[in-house]
């Protein structure tokens, strides 16, 4: 049976960090906020907007929300994302994406201030990622992947790391962190031919193409450790993972469920970038 890497003990680890520096912005008068923006009213992105708000109120993080409808302007969603760039008490901003197809999606990100850009947002965040600059921030998703490795001792200097999915928001990122930590690094795709076989070579595969169930017991052997960054939705209505839990977990060393993984991470990481932007502010 294998290791379960549960996101739970990862996020309240993280929690306890930043709640020690969130009291330490408070004897200064700086309470950490967070501005979420959303456009439109999708269901999952109300979902996520419900557990980053109650996860903002156990913390003692601020937020303010600013809801557009789904036939807003381009240029009112823009007037917005200055409004809380020119604001010193907005620390970080959340903007829900896919944006509507009438919007310019590149304009809109790249409005956003990278000081204030805590899921990496912005081309220039991403440039950070990718050259190793401190501009902005991260994405939230690939960190929290680092982070559950980092809690349960599991190295990545040395080793053969193969991520399947090459995003924007996951895969490449995900790929130049773990190059950071030396990490011999091989993306795999929809192209990649042989992928069973380079999955197998691997000390551990992240999992990051939004495919149910795709890594299945032919992608694995035993020793691996398997991160799981998917979330989809099954025939039955129950979330579940890039990876066919049932047939790889009892080959794997270790292994993050879905859900209770990754995503229960991500969440916590985005409270932490928002409490870094805060001290970052304070300086």
Excluded: W
């Amino acid at each position: 049976m294998a290791e379960i890497l549960s996101g739970k003990f990862v996020s309240e680890a993280i929690n306890k960090a930043i709640s020690s520096d969130i009291q330490k912005l408070m004897k200064k008068n700086i309470t950490p906020l967070l501005a979420i923006i959303r456009v439109g009213e999708n269901d999952s992105d109300i979902s996520y907007e419900r557990g980053a708000i109650k996860r903002c109120e156990n913390l003692g993080i601020g937020y303010r929300q600013y809801i557009l409808a789904h036939d807003a302007s381009e240029e009112k969603l823009i007037s917005v994302i200055e409004e809380v760039n020119n604001d010193r008490d907005v620390h970080g901003v959340l903007l829900f994406r896919p944006l509507p197809k009438h919007m310019n999606s590149t304009r809109i990100e790249n409005a956003l201030d990278p000081s204030k850009d805590v899921d990496c947002m912005t081309e220039a965040s991403l440039c950070g990622v990718f050259t190793g600059k401190d501009v902005g921030y991260p994405p939230c998703t690939p960190e929290a992947c680092l982070a559950i490795l980092d809690h349960y001792d599991i190295p990545c200097e040395g080793k053969n790391i193969v991520v399947i999915g090459r995003s924007l928001v996951v895969g490449k990122p995900v790929s130049m962190m773990l190059l950071k930590k030396n990490a011999t690094v091989t993306i795999c795709h929809t192209r990649t031919k042989n992928i069973c076989d380079i999955a197998k070579k691997a000390d551990i595969i992240i999992a990051a193409c939004g495919r149910e169930g795709v890594v299945g017991s032919d992608y694995v052997r035993e020793g691996q450790i398997v991160i799981d960054v998917g979330i989809n939705v099954n025939a039955l209505g129950k979330l579940c993972g890039d990876v066919d839990y049932t047939a790889v977990e009892p080959i794997v060393s270790a292994i993050t469920p879905v859900p209770g993984g990754v995503g229960r991470v991500t969440t916590a990481i985005l409270m932490k970038h928002v409490v870094d932007a805060a001290i970052k502010a304070a300086l």
